[in-house]
């Protein structure tokens, strides 16, 4: 019992969902054509060859109505195929139109990426030409400043050696001269 209230549940909800809004809307709009006048127009005639005219008259009237109506429905089907060719075209248009303008974008912003990129490596290669100049104008100075120094040491020496040194002051020299 169950399970026969599940299927039939579902196949409720299914014949509900199934439908397309689409056959829906058809259903709601669709306009029905007049009823026809063939349709209780037979009187009996008393001859038989007079009845033959007449449905011959009917028969051909009612083929004539029916090629008119196919043509219409022809007529509106090629107009129905070229309004959906026409929007068909028109979708591919725009699709093709946004993709253009994405790219386009997609381009600019790359240039703008591309040159910030550049911007940065030229402000990174004067960063490095600049600490590079420093440290060598810091190394020219620490090495003149050695120089000086050696220099300084140098004449120190030449105007000490130049000094009379008394034999008492000799052995003290010479002793603080190892230690240090």
């Known amino acids: 019992m169950a399970n026969s209230f599940r299927t039939l549940s579902k196949t409720l909800i299914r014949s509900f969902s199934t439908k ?22 037979w009187k009996t005639p008393n001859d038989p060859k007079g009845a033959e005219k007449k449905l011959a008259l009917l028969r051909r009237d009612y ?49 703008v990426r591309a040159q910030e990129r550049m911007v940065a490596e030229e402000e990174f290669r004067q960063t490095l030409l600049k600490e590079r100049a420093e440290k060598l104008e810091n190394w020219r100075m620490k090495r003149t400043l050695h120089e000086n120094k050696k220099k300084e ?15 008492q002051e000799l052995e003290s020299k010479i002793f603080s001269a190892i230690v240090f």
């Open 20 to 41: 397309s809004s689409h056959q829906n809307h058809h259903q709601k709009t669709h306009k029905y054509l007049d009823p026809n006048s063939f349709l209780g127009s």
């Open 153 to 167: 040491a140098k004449d120190l020496v030449r105007r000490r050696s130049s000094l009379w040194i008394e034999e």
């Open 63 to 111: 083929a004539k109505q029916v090629k008119n109506v196919r043509k219409e429905y022809i007529h509106e089907m090629e107009l129905l195929r070229l309004e959906k060719l026409r929007k068909e075209e028109a979708r591919k248009e725009a699709i093709r139109v946004a993709n253009e303008e994405r790219k386009r974008l997609k381009a600019e912003a790359a240039k």
